[in-house]
């Protein structure tokens, strides 16, 4: 045999491989002729392959199977125990952990709050965690696919430094690089509102959706971009930063350096100090639910507006007029099949959906208006997490 003819068979059994642990993890339990026929492959072709799966431990029998004529089939499928992952997401004060199974199960889930956020500090606590975490799961770190990470920031396309990540006050911090030198495990980097969108992909509202935007709102606005089924990081990787449209010339300044941006006014942060504002000029009786609240949450305003309060209404409504305006330039640009809103956004989203739509559909071009469907995440504050976990999957399965 001719030593490229065998690195190609070589490339073929792994990408074989790879398409037939997909095909299993699509299906949840296939027989061995069930692969066959899927794959195109002889039977004694995939057979092979589904051998070596099962030697590497990816894969195990379960049962028989509906027999088609003859012997009940064996059933193959992913492995429990066999492979995991683990998603971190961090954040200003604390950073949250995902610990998911070869299946996608969520197997753990903590955070641990950070005293020091440096990226050094903050890599170094990761590192500690996990090995605690897989100690007391009995799990050993070979089992371990890799480790995802999401940062609030501006990730570089090319070389996965995270370029800037304002509230956490990091500059070009190689982050990835520091968690991998101590954990000593493959480690993907995502920013975060691209981390919520593969979650969202994976295993949320826009499963099978090729074109989608993920918009989270919190302290930050950013969206995670889908276009042709792909993330689209853009040519240095900060695609998404919607929080810095401008959508009040007149608006308040931004760290960016711009005036009105759509953080300035749909951040959470920015809707809470609202709040509190409209308090101290003494609008008691407006605000009179949260008046006594010695600091005022986002969920404090939710619920006045919930029990009828028009003034905490009225913070949110305005909120989602401008961030209509902002969408709405997003579906003139890319007219989107779905837009995904998620965070914070989906503590109020029920209450505000209608007035985002009308926005939506009033600025921007018909067509593409009606093209979008516009949903509240189902997942909320996880979804960056999550998908953090996902990206090791993802890299297993070729998907
Ligand atoms: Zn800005």
Not at 25 to 31: E, Y
Not at 97 to 124: C, H, Q, T, Y
């Amino acid at each position: 045999m001719t030593k490229g003819k065998t690195g190609n068979s070589k490339f073929l059994k792994a990408y074989n491989e790879t398409y037939i642990l997909n095909l299993i993890r699509v299906n949840k339990s296939l027989s061995r002729a069930d692969i066959s026929k899927a794959t195109g492959l002889s039977p004694t072709a995939a057979g092979g392959i589904v051998s070596s799966l099962i030697e590497k431990g990816y894969l195990c029998e379960n049962g028989t199977g509906e027999s088609k004529g003859g012997r009940r089939p064996v059933m193959l499928e992913l492995k429990k125990n066999s492979r995991y992952s683990i998603g971190l997401d961090v954040d200003v004060d604390s950073v949250t952990f995902i610990l998911m199974d070869i299946k996608g199960r969520v197997v753990f889930e903590w955070s641990s709050a950070l005293v020091d956020n440096r990226p050094a500090a903050v890599a170094s606590l990761a590192a500690e965690e996990i090995e605690r975490v897989l100690s007391d799961c009995r799990i050993h770190k070979d089992k371990l696919l890799g480790i995802g990470i999401s940062v609030p920031g501006m990730v570089d396309a090319e070389t996965r430094r995270v370029v800037l990540a304002p509230n956490l006050s990091w500059e070009d911090a190689d982050f990835g690089r520091m968690l991998r030198e101590k954990i000593e495990l493959p480690v993907y980097i995502e920013n975060e509102a691209m981390a919520s969108a593969i979650c969202e992909n994976w295993i949320g509202a826009c499963k099978s959706v090729d074109n989608f935007i993920c918009v989270n709102i919190k302290s930050g606005i950013g969206a995670g971009i889908f276009t042709g089924g792909r993330p689209y990081r853009g040519t240095g990787g900060s695609a998404g930063e919607v929080g810095h449209i401008v959508v009040d010339e007149n608006g308040l300044a931004c760290g960016c350096g711009n005036h009105g941006c759509l953080e300035t006014i749909v951040s959470t942060g920015r809707i809470v100090e609202k709040a509190e504002k409209l308090i101290k000029k003494g609008l008691k009786s407006q605000l009179n639910e949260i008046e006594n609240v010695s600091k005022v949450r986002l969920s404090n305003i939710v619920d006045a507006a919930r029990s009828g309060n028009q003034a905490a209404g009225g913070l949110l409504e305005e909120a989602a007029g401008y961030l209509g305006i902002a969408l709405s330039y997003l579906v003139n640009t890319l007219n989107p099949s779905k837009i995904v809103l998620g965070k914070d956004f989906v503590v109020y989203g029920d209450l505000v959906m209608d007035t985002l739509r009308r926005v939506v559909d009033r600025k921007a071009l018909k067509r593409p208006a009606a093209n979008v469907e516009i949903a509240v995440s189902e997942i909320g504050e996880r979804s960056s997490t999550l998908g953090a976990a996902i990206i090791p999957l993802k890299i297993l399965f070729g998907s």
